[in-house]
């Protein structure tokens, strides 16, 4: 297995040979840097450190510099390690591609953090109903969770009841999506469906 890092542009969607609409999402995968190469002796254990994206200098500290600076690599955006691939085939230095990790048919999946929503009520957070009508002097029940444990017994909350609380921002991932389309020259891989996070976050992006 091989894996990329990547960033979510936005979604579209295709009509395919027998004019079915497939609705798609558009992710600028790679090129990627490999920053460092971990093996068994040396580290413990076996990975690929990628580096992907570009940013300023100033915005670099100087450990990471340092770094960089190792194999020749300019400012990255964002350093993850992978241990989906063989580390004897890559040295310090190399440059992957979309093209040279994923085809048209292949199987992904595609990890990020979702969208943050903030602090919601139990109806957008956990798809409650409401009590529906207003009944019995009930004027603003309409949203409320309601009864949440017993008073007697058991005396308490059981864990895990769903309540009010922070929404999305959690690390997502989603499986089994099919690669629709690569466009090498434009370093943007097209896959079936939609995948966590907002516009221009990071993904990462594994192949089954």
Known sequence: MAALLGRKIGMTGIFNEQGVYIP????????????????????GYEALQLGFGSKSARNVNKPEMGHLKKVGATPVRELREFRTFD?????????????????????VRVTAT?????????MKRHHFGGVGMQTHGQSD?????????????PSRVFPGTRMAGRMGG????????????????????????????APNSIVEIVKH
């Open 24 to 43: 798609c999402t558009l992710i600028e995968t790679g090129p990627c840097t490999v920053v460092q190469v971990k093996t068994q002796e040396n580290d």
């Open 87 to 107: 580390v004897a085939n890559f040295k310090p230095g190399d440059v992957i591609a979309v093209g040279d990790v994923f085809a048209v048919g292949d199987k």
């Open 114 to 122: 979702s969208k943050g929503h903030g602090f919601q009520g139990v």
């Open 141 to 153: 029940r309409q949203r409320a969770p309601g009864s949440i444990g017993g008073s007697s017994y």
């Open 170 to 197: 959690k690390r997502s991932t989603v499986r089994n999506l099919q690669v629709v389309a690569v466009l090498a020259e434009k370093n943007v891989l097209v896959v079936k469906g939609a995948i966590p996070g």
